[in-house]
Protein backbone atom coordinates (compact mmCIF):
# COMPACT_ATOMS: atom_id res chain seq x y z
CA UNK A 1 0.00 0.00 0.00
CA UNK A 2 1.09 3.47 -1.17
CA UNK A 3 0.45 6.91 -1.22
CA UNK A 4 2.41 10.09 -1.99
CA UNK A 5 1.39 12.12 1.21
CA UNK A 6 -0.39 11.15 4.56
CA UNK A 7 -4.27 13.46 4.33
CA UNK A 8 -6.40 11.06 6.22
CA UNK A 9 -9.51 9.74 5.11
CA UNK A 10 -11.28 12.85 6.64
CA UNK A 11 -10.11 14.83 4.00
CA UNK A 12 -11.37 13.49 0.95
CA UNK A 13 -13.49 15.61 -1.70
CA UNK A 14 -16.21 13.05 -1.58
CA UNK A 15 -16.75 12.57 2.08
CA UNK A 16 -20.79 13.88 2.88
CA UNK A 17 -20.96 17.20 4.56
CA UNK A 18 -23.92 15.84 6.76
CA UNK A 19 -23.32 15.14 10.15
CA UNK A 20 -23.43 11.35 10.74
CA UNK A 21 -24.05 10.23 13.79
CA UNK A 22 -22.10 6.92 14.95
CA UNK A 23 -18.60 8.42 13.95
CA UNK A 24 -16.19 9.46 16.87
CA UNK A 25 -15.45 12.72 15.08
CA UNK A 26 -19.52 13.83 15.06
CA UNK A 27 -19.06 14.85 11.93
CA UNK A 28 -15.80 17.05 12.28
CA UNK A 29 -13.70 14.92 9.88
CA UNK A 30 -12.51 18.08 7.34
CA UNK A 31 -11.32 19.99 10.99
CA UNK A 32 -9.75 17.37 12.03
CA UNK A 33 -7.93 16.12 9.21
CA UNK A 34 -6.37 19.56 8.48
CA UNK A 35 -5.71 19.88 12.13
CA UNK A 36 -3.47 16.25 11.71
CA UNK A 37 -1.82 17.22 8.61
CA UNK A 38 -0.70 21.00 10.96
CA UNK A 39 0.76 18.34 13.20
CA UNK A 40 2.95 16.75 10.55
CA UNK A 41 3.83 19.92 8.92
CA UNK A 42 4.98 21.49 12.30
CA UNK A 43 6.62 18.74 13.06
CA UNK A 44 8.64 18.57 10.26
CA UNK A 45 9.42 21.57 10.71
CA UNK A 46 11.25 21.42 13.81
CA UNK A 47 13.00 18.36 12.63
CA UNK A 48 14.52 20.92 10.24
CA UNK A 49 15.75 23.04 12.35
CA UNK A 50 17.09 20.77 14.91
CA UNK A 51 20.78 21.17 16.13
CA UNK A 52 22.12 17.78 15.82
CA UNK A 53 25.56 18.39 17.17
CA UNK A 54 26.01 17.52 20.94
CA UNK A 55 25.09 21.04 22.83
CA UNK A 56 23.29 20.80 26.54
CA UNK A 57 21.43 24.02 25.50
CA UNK A 58 19.64 22.24 22.60
CA UNK A 59 19.85 18.37 23.93
CA UNK A 60 16.11 18.42 24.86
CA UNK A 61 14.74 20.62 21.62
CA UNK A 62 13.26 17.32 19.75
CA UNK A 63 10.91 16.60 22.14
CA UNK A 64 8.09 18.56 20.84
CA UNK A 65 8.69 16.73 17.61
CA UNK A 66 7.69 13.67 19.33
CA UNK A 67 4.94 15.37 21.12
CA UNK A 68 3.47 16.27 17.56
CA UNK A 69 4.23 13.29 15.87
CA UNK A 70 2.35 11.19 18.37
CA UNK A 71 -0.84 13.22 18.59
CA UNK A 72 -0.54 13.07 14.49
CA UNK A 73 -0.52 9.29 14.40
CA UNK A 74 -3.33 9.10 17.15
CA UNK A 75 -5.45 10.87 14.78
CA UNK A 76 -4.70 8.22 11.50
CA UNK A 77 -4.98 5.41 13.64
CA UNK A 78 -8.44 6.13 15.23
CA UNK A 79 -9.09 7.53 11.03
CA UNK A 80 -8.19 3.83 10.46
CA UNK A 81 -10.38 2.13 13.20
CA UNK A 82 -12.94 4.50 12.33
CA UNK A 83 -12.92 2.62 8.50
CA UNK A 84 -11.51 -0.52 9.76
CA UNK A 85 -14.91 -1.08 12.55
CA UNK A 86 -17.23 -2.01 9.73
CA UNK A 87 -15.46 -5.60 9.35
CA UNK A 88 -15.55 -6.43 12.54
CA UNK A 89 -18.55 -8.23 14.27
CA UNK A 90 -18.38 -5.63 17.53
CA UNK A 91 -17.33 -2.40 16.17
CA UNK A 92 -15.14 -0.25 18.22
CA UNK A 93 -17.98 2.33 20.26
CA UNK A 94 -17.47 5.85 18.62
CA UNK A 95 -17.33 7.25 22.19
CA UNK A 96 -14.41 5.29 23.74
CA UNK A 97 -12.64 5.75 20.26
CA UNK A 98 -13.06 9.51 20.76
CA UNK A 99 -11.74 9.49 24.61
CA UNK A 100 -9.15 7.60 24.47
CA UNK A 101 -5.61 8.52 23.71
CA UNK A 102 -4.01 5.11 24.17
CA UNK A 103 -2.03 4.21 21.20
CA UNK A 104 -1.25 0.86 22.36
CA UNK A 105 -5.48 0.30 22.28
CA UNK A 106 -5.61 1.95 19.20
CA UNK A 107 -2.68 -0.19 17.57
CA UNK A 108 -4.52 -3.43 18.91
CA UNK A 109 -7.72 -2.56 17.27
CA UNK A 110 -5.79 -1.88 13.87
CA UNK A 111 -3.75 -4.89 14.23
CA UNK A 112 -7.12 -6.69 14.26
CA UNK A 113 -8.70 -5.32 11.48
CA UNK A 114 -6.13 -5.83 9.17
CA UNK A 115 -5.92 -9.83 10.49
CA UNK A 116 -9.67 -9.58 9.95
CA UNK A 117 -9.66 -8.58 6.23
CA UNK A 118 -6.63 -10.51 5.96
CA UNK A 119 -4.20 -8.03 4.55
CA UNK A 120 -1.37 -8.86 6.74
CA UNK A 121 0.86 -9.09 3.83
CA UNK A 122 -0.08 -6.01 2.29
CA UNK A 123 0.32 -3.89 5.70
CA UNK A 124 3.62 -3.21 6.08
CA UNK A 125 6.42 -0.38 4.96
CA UNK A 126 9.76 1.08 5.12
CA UNK A 127 10.44 0.25 8.92
CA UNK A 128 6.93 -1.73 9.54
CA UNK A 129 7.63 -5.45 7.92
CA UNK A 130 4.80 -7.11 9.76
CA UNK A 131 2.23 -6.19 12.57
CA UNK A 132 4.59 -7.55 15.41
CA UNK A 133 6.95 -4.68 14.16
CA UNK A 134 3.89 -1.96 14.04
CA UNK A 135 2.99 -2.79 17.47
CA UNK A 136 6.62 -2.41 18.53
CA UNK A 137 7.07 1.04 16.95
CA UNK A 138 3.70 2.26 18.42
CA UNK A 139 4.35 0.90 21.77
CA UNK A 140 8.27 2.77 21.84
CA UNK A 141 6.51 5.92 20.74
CA UNK A 142 3.98 5.58 23.50
CA UNK A 143 7.25 5.07 25.98
CA UNK A 144 9.30 8.31 24.50
CA UNK A 145 7.18 10.76 26.80
CA UNK A 146 9.86 13.33 27.72
CA UNK A 147 8.60 14.11 31.50
CA UNK A 148 8.33 10.40 32.50
CA UNK A 149 11.43 9.45 30.66
CA UNK A 150 13.01 12.23 32.87
CA UNK A 151 11.75 10.88 35.75
CA UNK A 152 12.97 7.43 34.91
CA UNK A 153 16.33 8.31 34.10
CA UNK A 154 17.67 9.14 37.67
CA UNK A 155 21.07 9.47 36.78
CA UNK A 156 20.64 12.22 34.53
CA UNK A 157 23.62 14.63 35.12
CA UNK A 158 22.86 18.18 36.20
CA UNK A 159 24.21 19.50 32.80
CA UNK A 160 21.16 18.89 30.61
CA UNK A 161 21.82 15.85 29.18
CA UNK A 162 18.68 13.91 27.88
CA UNK A 163 17.89 10.13 27.65
CA UNK A 164 19.12 8.26 24.64
CA UNK A 165 16.09 8.14 23.44
CA UNK A 166 15.16 11.37 23.38
CA UNK A 167 18.60 12.59 22.15
CA UNK A 168 17.52 14.56 18.97
CA UNK A 169 19.95 12.19 16.14
CA UNK A 170 17.91 9.32 17.53
CA UNK A 171 14.64 11.53 17.33
CA UNK A 172 15.52 12.30 13.69
CA UNK A 173 16.05 8.55 12.68
CA UNK A 174 12.79 7.66 14.53
CA UNK A 175 10.35 10.01 13.04
CA UNK A 176 11.31 9.05 9.67
CA UNK A 177 9.97 5.85 10.22
CA UNK A 178 6.83 7.58 11.70
CA UNK A 179 7.08 9.10 8.34
CA UNK A 180 6.20 5.83 6.68
CA UNK A 181 3.87 4.84 9.15
CA UNK A 182 1.61 7.58 8.52
CA UNK A 183 1.37 6.84 4.69
CA UNK A 184 0.37 3.34 5.55
CA UNK A 185 -2.55 4.11 8.42
CA UNK A 186 -3.53 6.80 5.34
CA UNK A 187 -3.55 4.52 2.63
CA UNK A 188 -5.21 1.38 4.59
CA UNK A 189 -7.81 3.62 5.46
CA UNK A 190 -8.78 4.67 2.09
CA UNK A 191 -8.55 1.12 0.86
CA UNK A 192 -10.61 -0.18 3.89
CA UNK A 193 -13.05 2.69 2.96
CA UNK A 194 -13.12 1.24 -0.76
CA UNK A 195 -13.09 -2.34 -0.02
CA UNK A 196 -16.31 -1.62 2.23
CA UNK A 197 -17.87 0.44 -0.48
CA UNK A 198 -17.35 -2.43 -3.26
CA UNK A 199 -18.56 -5.22 -0.82
CA UNK A 200 -21.53 -2.85 -0.69
CA UNK A 201 -22.45 -2.08 -3.90
CA UNK A 202 -21.63 -5.90 -5.42
CA UNK A 203 -24.02 -6.98 -2.55
CA UNK A 204 -26.54 -4.49 -3.37
CA UNK A 205 -27.17 -3.60 0.56
CA UNK A 206 -25.10 -2.70 3.58
CA UNK A 207 -23.60 -5.42 3.93
CA UNK A 208 -22.62 -7.28 7.54
CA UNK A 209 -19.25 -8.49 8.87
CA UNK A 210 -18.26 -11.64 6.94
CA UNK A 211 -15.25 -12.87 9.26
CA UNK A 212 -16.31 -14.70 12.31
Known amino acids: MDKKSPA ?12 ENGFWHNGGDIEIGLYARSLHGAAKTLV ?33 VGEGSNFLLSPTDPISLFKTHSLRWLAQIVCHIVKTVRWENEFKCEGVASLGEFSALINALEAMEPVALAVQSGGLGRGGSVPQQLDPPNVVRFVKKLDNLLHLLDATADALAAEWDRQATFEGSKCEPTIQ
Open 8 to 19: LRFLKADAPAEI
Open 48 to 80: ENLNLEPNPQTAWDACPVLLLYRQCIELHLKAM
